[in-house]
C-alpha cells in the first residue's frame, strides 16, 4: 500500500497492525509464547524502564502478538491507540481506571449488560469509586447527573435486551460540554457496525470475547482511545496530565500526547492490575477478526429474517429489535449503524414464563447458554438464569420479563434457525 489512499475494512482487518515476522518471514502472526524479551545491553534496558524507547520487556505489559491485535483493533475503531486486556469487564476496569479515584463517579445508562449493572453498582463501590444510573434517552437527565465529581460518561452503542440504541453524537456532546470523556461498550456492535470514535466518543471497550473473535473460544476485552481528549484541560485527570512519580514525574499527556492513555494503561495500568491478554487468547481473536466483517453481515441478514418470521408468527406477542421498522429505535439504528442493529434480540412468547422454559429446552439447534456474539445460534431465558434474583417488577424494568427469551442470531442458513424455532414453539405451546 505505497499509494495515499486508505485501505478499507475488509483489508484491514486482514492486515492492520501486522507484518511479516522479522525474524522468519512467518506470514501468520506468530503466537510469542514468551514471559521475558532478551535487552541488547544495560543501556538499552534503562531506555525501555524509562519509556525513552518503546519495546518488549516483560509480557504482564506487551507482548508482540496481543500488541498486533491491540493495532488492529484501534485502527478498525479508528483510534490512537489500544491495550488489549483478560475480558471485557477488565477493559471496564481499565478504561476507568485513569481517570478515576476515591470519591469520584461516573454517569452511566440504565441500559447495559447485566455484568457491567454489577459491577458498577456494586464492585466499583470498594474502590470508592461509583455509578450513576440515568435513562440515556433523557438528555437532560445525563446533563443533570454531572457534577463536579463525574469523571466519564458510560453507555453501549446497542444494549440488550431491548434493542436500545444510543444517541452517541447527542451523548459525546454532553460529555464534551462538561469536560469529561463519553466511554462507549462497542461489543454488540462491533467496529464493522458502528465507530464510536466517530461520532465523538473518546473510549471504546470491547469485549473481545464476542464478535470480534466470534466463535466463543477464549476471553479477552480491550481499550481503545481516540487519542483526541485535552486531558489538561482541567485537573479533573491527574494520572494523566500531572508528574507520575512512578515514572520519574513524567507526565504522560505532555510527553506522549495522543498516546498518552494507551501507554498510562500499559505502563501502570497492566503494570499494576495485572489483568493481561495472554498470546495464545490474541492468537484466537486475531484468526476471528479476519472475517469480522464477513460475519457480521451473515448475523444481521439472519437476524431480520428471524426477528421478521417471529414478529408474523401468532405464538409470539412481540419482538423487540432495532432492525425492525416497528422499533422505537429503528431510525437511530439506521443513524448510528447503518450497516444493521447487530444481531441479538429478545421476544415475548405467548404462554409466558413456563413456555419459554418449555422452548429453550425443546430447541436442538439453538444452544442454551449465557454468551452471544458466537457462529452458532444462542438462546437465553433471563428470568430462569441471569435474571433469576430479581423480583418481578426488577424483571420488567430490566427488558427481562418472563416470557422474554434472548437470541444471539448465529451465521447458520436462517432456514435452518427458522425450522429449529417453529418446532421448539410448537412443543412450548401446545
Ligand atoms: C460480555 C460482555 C461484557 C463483558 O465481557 P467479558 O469478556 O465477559 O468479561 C461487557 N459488555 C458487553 C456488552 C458484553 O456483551
Redesign the pocket.
Known sequence: MTDARTPGFDTLQIHAGASPDPATGARQTPIYQTTAYVFRDADHAAALFNLQEVGYIYSRLTNPTVSVLAERIATLEGGAGAVCCS??????IMALFPLMGPGLNIVASTR??G??ITQFSQTIKRFGWSARFVDTDDLDAVAAAIDDNTRAVFC?TI?NPGGYVSDIPALAAIADAAGVPLIV?N??ASPYLCNPIAMGATLV?H????YLTGNGTV???AVVDSGKFDWSASDKFPSLSAPEPAYHGLKFHEALGPMAFTFHSIAVGLRDLGMTMNPQGAHYTLMGIETLSLRMQKHVANAVKVAEWLENDPRIDSVTYAGLPSSPYHDRAARICPRGAGALFTFAVKGGYEACVKLVDSLELFSHVA???DTRSLIIHSASTTHRQLSPEQLVAAGAAPNMVRVSIGIEDADDIIADLDQGLAKATA
Not at 475480558?87 to 471496564?92: P, V, W
Not at 469485549?207 to 464476542?210: A, G, I
Open positions: 475480558s471485557g469487564h477488565a477493559a471496564q447495559l449488560y455484568g457491567t453501549e444494549a461498550d461489543t454488540s471497550v469485549s473481545t470475547t464476542k476471553t479477552g476485552g454468551n452471544l456474539g
